[in-house]
């Protein structure tokens, strides 16, 4: 089967791993019957065995993956930060509304991917359907941002493991050794590992979630040892907003403002599930439902953890100001150990933090992973060297893998105390990069049900279909613009800090010079809707969906069961 062996047998005229490449350049063009079994080089779709990956990603990994990536660092915190600085109702209504943004972003992305799984995920999307300056734009926008974030997490991961080993007894370089060594070792030995890897993670971090969760609730209904039933106490007092750079009215809409800045960070990594789609069996299933389910998630991880936080934490406790203040990244940062130190239960912060330290792990070996494909992606949509999108024979993108690891290295040199505020300008990079990558998506699905209302494709014929259709991604698109413009807004507001100001908007000169140098350089041309290429490439995911489902009846049919007998009983029934 095509799906499960890298050398299975190929569509009639399809080239041979011995046949000389081919140069066919892509270009957008409608499908024709006798283009469509004509040997090509195919942009975004690779089906050589020394470029081609492997569909070794099941339903349940794509699902734990898509859940992972929901579930970071920014919550368990970032809302730190975000209460401190605004008050229990700012980061409830910021992290609602930014909610509802990522979940059109990625029903955008879901109905694109659906119709056709590219290989190089959303940067083929783009190129196809929009402007090949575009998706060398969006592209390499990604990669800075996993490139950065990367070494960002292993950074936080060796911060954490402070809070049991000071860092005058054992150099954090060590620790950052550790895990970059085992993130790399973990990428390297295929996606089938790195899937199954990544499901155990993210099933344990979703159990600490939830016991979070849950623990808020017992606290802010008295259930602690301190017997205290909070309620909506702190919404009066201290207050449910907090004034932020000003007083009054003002000084609160800032705050809230800035909230919504620190709630799309935390967001930042649920559009990840685009990057999986040329590694996922039977994508045009996988992905829809992984979408689908990306708002349940939201609702139940990130907004009842937010509404709760606010019941449980004021904003003006000391230790949750003291723990901001500090720049740790450890436990002692995190409002809901404040809220265990708050309630006196004894023991559980240390617990807490071994917790936290498994959620940066998962964030940074997904954050390698990520970086590692959308090179690949880039590579094979033609804007890097070829080189890139070579494989090994587990499929792993082994040279783009190799670039994305050594970059990581960066970590090292917050070895030093005074190269952690060059790391927090780089989250700061970060964030920007992110916002960059959802106006892509949004602006190619906009282009997308332009040139397939234009060539009477009907929306019937759709595996997913966004709900708000276009109008969804044209209201998104306005509020990310609006929010990457004013993301840093403290520079004119309160006192202009000039790295804070080119760090928070320096992505978005990189980004234009990228398009329009692109475009400039290759005279390219954006596409026609009537001549979008909606088909080439097709009749071979097609293929593969078919003997992948063949092989499903015919396994099910010998009494086989699918999916883990764990994932079935004890995940699956929460989403």
């Known amino acids: 089967m095509g799906v499960f062996n890298r050398k299975s047998t190929r569509p009639p005229g399809y080239p041979s791993r011995d046949s000389p490449p081919l140069k066919t350049e892509y270009t957008a063009q409608a499908y024709s019957p006798e283009s469509a079994s004509a ?70 992305l879901g109905e694109m991917a659906a119709w056709l799984p590219l290989s190089s995920g959303f940067t083929g999307y783009a190129a196809r359907f929009c402007d090949p300056a575009l998706g060398f734009a969006l592209g390499w926008t990604y990669w800075f941002k996993y490139i950065i974030v990367t070494p960002n997490q292993l950074t936080a991961a060796a911060l954490v493991l402070q809070f049991w080993v000071e860092r005058s007894r054992v150099n954090p370089g060590v620790f950052i050794a550790v895990f970059w060594i085992a993130i790399v070792c973990i990428n390297y030995f295929g996606v089938k590992f790195f899937g199954e890897f990544e499901f ?101 991880f990130y907004v009842l953890s937010v509404f709760l936080l606010g019941m449980i934490v004021p904003y003006n406790s000391d230790s949750l100001a003291f723990a901001v203040e500090s720049g740790r990244t450890t436990a002692a940062a995190s409002p809901f150990v404040v809220a265990i130190q708050i309630a006196g239960i004894p023991h559980l912060p240390g617990i807490l933090n071994g917790c936290i330290l498994i959620f940066v792990f998962s964030a940074a070996n997904s954050d390698l992973y990520i970086a590692s494909r959308t090179l690949y992606g880039l590579a094979s949509e033609g804007y890097a060297p070829r080189i890139f999108k070579r494989t090994d024979r587990r499929g792993v993108p082994i040279y783009a893998l190799g670039l994305s690891a050594i970059i990581a290295l960066i970590a090292f040199l917050n070895v030093s105390d005074d190269s952690r505020k060059v790391f927090l300008y780089f989250v700061n990079l970060v964030t920007i990069f992110g916002l960059l990558t959802w106006i892509s998506i949004l602006v190619a699905h906009i282009w997308f049900v332009r040139a397939r209302k234009a060539q009477g494709i009907p929306e019937s014929a759709l595996a997913f279909k966004a709900p708000l259709g276009v109008w969804g991604s044209y209201g998104a698109l ?93 995940v699956a029934w929460l989403f």
């Not at 078919?546 to 499903?552: C, G, S, Y």
Request: proline share 3%.
């Open 39 to 108: 040997p090509q080089e195919i942009h975004g779709i690779e089906f050589s065995e020394e470029t081609r990956l492997t569909r070794g990603l099941k339903a349940r990994h794509i699902t734990m993956i898509a859940i992972g990536g929901a579930i970071g660092t920014g919550l368990i915190i970032g809302t730190g930060v975000a209460l401190s600085r605004a008050g229990p109702a700012s980061i409830l209504i910021s992290y609602t509304v930014v909610g509802f943004l990522v979940w059109i972003v990625m029903c955008a």
């Open 200 to 300: 155990w993670l993210s099933t344990i971090k979703v159990t600490i979630i939830v016991g979070v969760i849950l623990l808020s609730l017992i606290l802010a209904l008295g259930g602690g040892p301190d017997g205290d039933r909070k309620g909506f106490r702190y919404w009066k007092n201290p207050g449910a907003f907090r004034p932020y750079l000003s007083t009054g009215d003002w000084g609160k809409f800032l705050g809230l403002w800035n909230t919504m800045v620190t709630a799309v960070f935390a967001y930042l990594g649920t559009e990840l599930v685009g990057v999986t789609v040329g590694e996922a069996q039977n994508p045009r299933k996988t992905i829809p439902r992984a979408i689908k389910l990306t708002f349940y998630r939201i609702l139940f």
């Open 478 to 570: 306005a509020f990310c613009i609006v929010i990457a413009l004013t993301k840093n807004f403290a520079a004119f507001v309160g006192r202009f800090h000039t790295a804070d100001f080119v760090t928070g908007y320096l992505g978005i000169p990189l980004y234009l010079i990228m398009l329009f140098g692109y475009k400039f350089w290759y005279k390219t041309r954006t596409v026609s809707p009537a001549t979008a290429d909606f088909y080439t490439g097709k009749d071979l995911i097609d293929r593969e969906e078919e003997e992948f489902l063949a092989h499903k009846a015919e396994r099910e049919r010998l009494g086989g069961r699918n999916g883990s007998w764990f994932y079935r009983t004890f």
